[in-house]
């Protein structure tokens, strides 16, 4: 018996260690490289974020006004929405996460047929978490911003690594900026090309209400779920993070994604939330996935079952129930 | 030492299942063993743009498609495909999705990571673990090579977009005709009497009367008429367990192919089709046309 304690303490304190391998910490430690271009100063400003304090500094003197951000900048060709940072007249967005970006002047069509815009949005509205992507992930202005960044591990267009490197920006086209309903696989290349057009009706919903219960896993009134995986044999558990409005709970973009880890995910370990070394991810999201197009030998129901972990009545855990929702 | 194995195997099980390499819900729609719902789902520029159109990540057909039609003696009909989108329902879509795979066009971007040997096999519970081929219509559509997709095992094989040999799919369940309690009575068979309301059909009896219940889904228009397409038979995410629900009552049945309703014994499988074609059940007492 003794024998047997040591053989599962060990490994035990093998697996403990193979996830504490992450310890450097959450922020970028991973290598993400589609955010970061610019540290967290790419979305966020520590000082006079959104205010005009900066106003009348024209991006070319910020090198010689700050040199330690123009070091920063230098050699970049600095995204037309960044210098919102410096030279913003729009003050809606100040008090929003230090937001550093212009929010996005487009109105948008959601997959549901509603409309979003940045106008009059507070930190207190759920599409705020939608919004603040789109200050990049827009490209309303038509230009090319961020192609001149360095190629992301992943895209934005899912699952082609042919479309890799501009292919940030949401549309009704599709991964390479081909129209809707054409004659090719929409995993399959094409040219790159950019949407400007100011529909969300071919993305995921976002802005959209996740009601608690029935089809969908109950929710807790701070928008967390109530199972914890143990009840319902889910052992997936729930990345998603719902964000709270009024009492309604929201999907929006952040619901799936976290913009600050690009490749691992943060879980609840019972104690604390702690980077895991195994449950690695793609395109910043959530909880563990896996990229089926350049990775063909992992993944399996994990990719499923990252959708099931919002999508109750498509999961085992409710056909176990009977359809009763947990 | 047997203790520290048990534990051993214990957590080797927990790590698999963890990371297991086949989705037990999804079997082969769960392309390539990788791709999840993102088989035939995309998260973000979705093919077909809008509500009711599932965020569909694949081409879908655009060719016309000749149909069984009603009755036995009718005429054959057609599909062709105009998917909408928007709060008017669209029954064709669930037909209509089914084809962008199912119509001998399987991509090869998908096609090749399905299995080291090319095929797609169906590891149901029921004895169905020969390669299943899953297209309907014609083998010349097929891409080369996939001949196993050319259509079902023994099945006659019929010509280009041709569904004649096929269930029908896409024709209006008869609703209304003839009210006759939970019966409905059209001219050539009866079938169970169904409610349409708000684009949503169900049947009138909820398995009271007849006790296997009725799980094949119906999908109803605006004007009050029910369709039958691919998805009122199957049910896509769930390869070979299914819930049915009798007299109010949600139950676990095993089924195969994808169907939504018990199908594993003779009578299972009979079940399953009187469902819907009420007349043919040992249930039915109504009158009329048999």
Known sequence: MKKASIIVLAILVMAIGAIAQVGAGPWNADGAVGHISHG??????????????????????????????????????????????????????????????????????????TTISASGVTKANAVVHTLLCLSCHDNATGSHEMGSYA?????????????????????????????????????????????????????????????????????????????????????????????????????????????????KTAFWNGT??????????????????????????????????????????????????????? | ????????????????????????????????????????????????????????????????YTTYGVGTQGATSTLTPTLASGVTPDTQVHTVLCLSCHDGSFNSAMYAAVGAAGTLTNPGPNGY????????????????????????????????????????????????????????????FSFWKVSVAAGNASFVDNGSVYNYGHAVRLFGTAGGDAYVECGSCHNPHAQSTTLVKVAGVNSIVNTAHFLRGQYKTAADISGFCMSCHADKSAAWTGTGAQ
């Open chain 1, 40 to 113: 967290c100063l790419l979305c966020h400003a520590p000082h006079s974020s959104g205010a005009n304090t900066f106003t009348g500094y024209a991006a070319a003197s910020i090198a010689a006004t700050n040199p330690t951000w123009g070091s920063d900048w230098a050699g970049q060709v600095k995204p037309a929405k960044i210098s919102g940072v410096f030279n913003n007249a729009s003050t809606d967005n100040a008090s929003i996460y230090l937001w550093g970006a212009a929010m996005t002047p487009q109105t948008y069509t959601t997959w549901e047929g």
């Open chain 2, 129 to 188: 673990s020969t390669s299943t081929p899953i297209a309907v219509g014609a083998p010349s559509a097929l891409k080369a090579g996939h001949s196993e997709m050319a259509t079902v095992s023994g099945s006659v094989v019929k010509g280009t977009n041709d569904l004649t040999s096929n269930h029908p799919v896409h024709v209006v369940y008869p609703n209304g005709s003839t009210n006759n309690g939970i019966y409905d009575n059209p001219t050539i």
């Open chain 2, 1 to 64: 030492m047997r203790k520290a194995l048990v534990v051993l195997l214990a957590i080797f099980v927990i790590t698999a299942a963890a990371w297991a390499q086949v989705d037990t819900l999804l079997g082969p729609h769960n392309t390539n063993q990788a791709y999840g719902c993102q088989s035939c789902h995309t998260p973000h520029s979705a093919k077909l743009a809008g509500q009711g159109l599932y965020l569909w990540a694949l081409d879908t057909p655009t060719t016309t």
């Open chain 1, 272 to 326: 604390n939330y702690t980077v895991s070394a195994v449950a690695n991810t793609v395109y910043y999201l959530r909880g563990p996935y896996t990229d089926p197009n350049m990775t063909v030998t992992s993944g399996g129901s994990a990719n499923a079952d990252f959708c099931r972990s919002c999508h109750y009545s498509k999961s085992l855990a409710y056909i176990n129930a009977k359809g009763v929702a947990q």
């Open chain 1, 151 to 263: 190629a992301p591990t992943s895209n934005m267009g899912f699952a082609n690594p042919a479309c890799a490197d501009t292919n940030v920006a949401l549309g009704l086209t599709g991964c390479n900026g081909e129209a809707i309903g054409n004659s090719t696989y929409n995993y399959n290349g094409g040219t790159p090309a950019w949407s400007n057009q100011a529909s969300l009706q071919g993305s995921h919903p976002v802005h959209v209400a996740y009601t608690s219960g029935s089809y969908n896993w109950k929710l807790n009134a701070d928008g967390t779920f109530v199972d914890n995986g143990v009840a319902s044999g889910f052992t997936y558990g729930h990345p998603a993070k719902m964000w709270m409005e009024g009492g309604t709970a929201y999907v929006e973009c952040t619901t799936c994604h976290d913009p600050h880890r690009e490749t």
